[in-house]
């Protein structure tokens, strides 16, 4: 059974309007991550997690906010959404870094297409 | 700072074909690197994690050495097959990070032709 969920796997929106993704993972970690794929881009951090009721800003955070309610969700809110917001967002988890870096473990993406 | 860089977009190969894909990498000090992979309509996931402890990494019959002196972390495989079609990341180990924060490259796409 998966590990980290997400939902929607898909979604339209227009320009202008509230679009959330879901993340949920039963992996037990403490740390989560919002990334959003495009083409020639890889994967870029959006925001982050390592504790319940507590986010940090990533590397390209403008026009997205997070929230994580809990240890197993962790939400990605785009307040109006734009154009430049379509792409693939994948959520991932795990037990952290330090000198260990811990494997990141994925949910299987949402593909955002802004209309 | 931190970054990575794949120059190879797309690789395309035949069945039985030897592998390799170009990575570099720039930070400061001693980095830990990893290879993800992500098949069609999936997340990526951890193919191989190298650190400075061993420099080399291998999984799947894949093998990766990184070169501190020309910052440079390869991917490569004897024999490539049908299944091993999919979007390979080089990444970079945040130093010092307690968060385990990652720096992906591009991606190069492997298509391999059976």
């Known amino acids: 059974e998966a590990a980290v969920t997400q939902s929607p796997r898909s979604k339209v929106a227009v320009t202008g309007g509230k679009v959330t993704l879901s993340c949920h993972q039963t992996?037990?970690?403490?740390?989560m991550y919002w990334y959003r794929q495009d083409t020639g881009h890889g994967l870029r951090l959006i925001h982050y997690?390592?504790?319940?009721?507590?986010?940090e800003k990533g590397d390209i955070p403008d026009g997205y906010k997070a929230s994580r309610p809990s240890q197993e969700n962790f939400s990605l809110i785009l307040e109006l959404a734009s154009l430049s917001q379509t792409a693939v967002y994948f959520c991932a988890s795990s037990d952290g870094g330090g000198q260990n870096y811990a494997e990141q473990f994925f949910g299987p993406g949402t593909r955002l297409t802004v209309l | 700072g931190n970054s990575v860089t794949q120059m190879q977009g797309q690789v395309t190969l035949s069945e039985e074909e030897f592998l390799f894909i170009n990575c570099t990498y720039s930070?400061?000090?001693?980095?830990?690197l990893f290879w993800y992979v992500q098949y069609p309509g999936e997340g990526p996931q951890l193919l191989l994690k190298?650190?400075?402890?061993?420099n080399k990494g291998s999984s799947r019959g894949f093998e990766a050495t990184y070169d501190k002196g020309t910052t440079s972390f390869h991917l490569q495989k004897a024999s490539v097959q049908e299944s091993d079609s999919a979007v390979y990341y080089c990444?970079?180990?945040?130093?010092?990070?307690?968060?385990?924060?990652?720096?992906f490259g591009a991606g190069t796409q492997l298509i391999v032709i059976p």
């Open positions: 992996n037990n970690h403490d740390y």
């Open positions: 190298v650190t400075t402890a061993n």
């Open positions: 990444v970079l180990g945040e130093r010092g990070s307690a968060l385990g924060r990652l720096h």
């Open positions: 997690s390592y504790v319940a009721d507590s986010t």
């Open positions: 930070t400061t000090g001693y980095p830990t």
